[in-house]
């Protein structure tokens, strides 16, 4: 997540399969050690899949397969992705996608610092296997997007949310539809995402759900994309409750204080409340809905929120994680120059310079107010068809900071709403320790992970892989 110009946050390889109907070529990649694949689609023009297929790099773990490469989701669009098979019961294992945020970051900062199946030591040239990896209960696919992130290039045509919901959507179609990914169709499949994954989440599903309907209806063909679960930590959901919250997170973060002056508080207690502050904005913008004049007003309420009030309500702390300064010490950058290295490059398949935050796509859709706009209906509906939710975040987060997620949270219209509101957070223990504050409510969860800041699973890897585990079990959360 990055508000306006001071905050960022938060899968091509050759990928692909040998199909029936696949124009194949196949061969040891550059390594000696991976196979190149290329799959061309029959459904779709101007799309295919290629990937390098065990290429030796971070998920070391003996029997256990991974892909990574580039699907071509339309004319000079190459959108990367990297596939890990669950090291345990990969063949029933649910499928679960996992997105960054920014907009404009990529998903290897989830694979590399957060879930994946390896970390990348200090010297910058070796990696270790991450216990805590996710897929050792799920296998898992990280997709950078939109164009132009990581290592994905191209023409970058997602200027909204819900434009990028459409490439996202296709790239599975090509990757369902080859021999490779195939038998994952019809798996459990768990949308996974952090911080802008607030707008991604709501937006991608409801679009998934819609596909589906004019698939069912003979409308569309196409491969179902049926989500059984959805996790969002430390999402970005409502812009004018969430700017809010930094006035009151800023006054008292629970467990840590007040974490600015007087006088800065005083600040942001003006620029949000004032007139033509930015309460005032941001309602002006959900008042403006899809009319053409609203790009420019929800663009302005959000870099007006983000330097009046967001800025000055983190101080000079980590916007991640306010227990560290500016200069965000944790978790750590080592990865980056790793996946720069022409010889990983090479084996993985990789095709661009990776960049871990690009602001083009960034400013395309901060022109058109995206990151200003409100997602709760979407996910108040979501909840209301009984979808497994889990809201969660990390309590030491600023930017997306939990008493926001929550209030978020306790905003939604849905059925669950009065429960929820008159339900209490209570302790939830991995071997004796406590580890979060959850409310359940039938499918829906939230939770604040103590101690852990805005990637959570980087800070409180155990605790955030018990979580996972519990959620795509379809359990509510409870200790263990």
């Known amino acids: 997540m990055r508000l306006t110009s001071f ?23 550059a390594s000696g050690q991976g196979i190149s694949v290329h799959f061309t689609s029959t459904k779709f023009e101007d799309t295919n899949l290629r990937y390098v297929m065990n290429s030796g790099i971070c998920e070391t773990t003996p029997g256990v397969t991974q892909y990574s490469g580039y699907i071509t989701v339309g004319k000079n ?24 945020g920014g907009p404009g970051c990529s998903s290897m900062i ?19 296997l991450n216990p805590h990896s996710w897929n050792n209960v799920s296998n898992m696919i990280y ?75 003979g409308a569309i063909e196409g491969e179902l994309l049926i989500v059984n679960a959805l996790l969002i930590n430390n999402g970005w959901y409502d ?20 974490l600015v002056s007087n006088a800065a508080l005083a600040n942001v207690s003006q620029a949000l409340w004032s007139k033509g502050g930015c309460v005032d904005q941001e309602k002006s913008c959900y008042a403006a809905g899809n009319s ?40 750590p950058e080592y990865y980056a120059n790793y996946l720069n290295r022409t010889d990983v490059m090479s084996k993985i ?32 509906a979501l909840a209301d068809s009984k979808l497994k939710i889990l809201m969660w975040a990390g309590d030491t987060d600023i930017i997306c900071n939990w008493v926001g997620g929550y209030a978020a949270a306790l905003a939604m ?23 979060a504050s959850v409310v359940n409510v039938d499918n829906f969860s939230y939770a604040r992970v103590y101690g852990a800041g805005h990637e959570v699973a980087a800070f409180r890897p155990a605790a955030a892989l018990e979580i996972f585990s519990q959620i795509i079990r379809g359990e509510q959360l409870h200790s263990a």
């Open 7 to 29: 905050i960022r946050s938060t899968v091509t390889l050759v990928v692909g399969v040998v199909l029936t109907n696949a124009a194949a070529s196949v061969g040891a990649g």
């Open 77 to 100: 669009m190459s959108m990367w992705f990297w596939f890990f098979e669950a090291r345990n019961s990969p063949e029933t294992a649910p499928f679960t996608l996992w997105l960054n």
């Open 110 to 128: 989830g694979l590399f610092q957060e879930n994946g199946p390896c970390y990348v030591n200090p010297d910058g040239n070796t990696t270790r």
């Open 143 to 217: 997709i950078d997007q939109p164009m132009g992130v990581g290592f994905s290039y191209g023409t970058d045509a997602a200027n909204t949310t819900w434009v990028a919901a459409t490439f996202v959507w296709k790239a599975f179609q090509v990757l369902f539809e080859s021999q490779a990914f195939s038998s994952y169709s019809s798996r459990e499949f768990v949308f996974a995402t952090e911080s802008y994954g607030g707008h991604y989440g709501p937006a991608f599903v409801t679009y998934f759900d819609e596909q589906n309907a004019k698939i069912g209806s």
């Open 239 to 258: 812009p004018l409750i969430q700017s809010e919250a930094y006035y009151t997170f800023a006054k008292d973060a629970p467990g840590y204080g007040q």
């Open 292 to 331: 053409s004049s609203s790009d420019a007003v929800c663009s302005n309420a959000y870099q007006y929120c983000g330097q009046f009030v967001a800025t000055p309500a983190t101080g000079d702390r980590d916007p991640y994680d306010l227990r560290q300064n500016s200069s965000e010490l944790f978790p």
């Open 349 to 380: 398949g990789a095709e661009a310079e990776y960049q871990e935050c690009a602001d083009d796509p960034f400013t395309l859709m901060l022109n058109t107010g995206d990151q200003g706009r409100t997602l709760l209906p979407q996910l108040s």
């Open 413 to 435: 219209t849905w059925y669950g709403k009065d429960k929820l509101n008159g339900a209490p957070l209570s302790n939830m223990t991995l071997n004796g320790t406590p580890i």
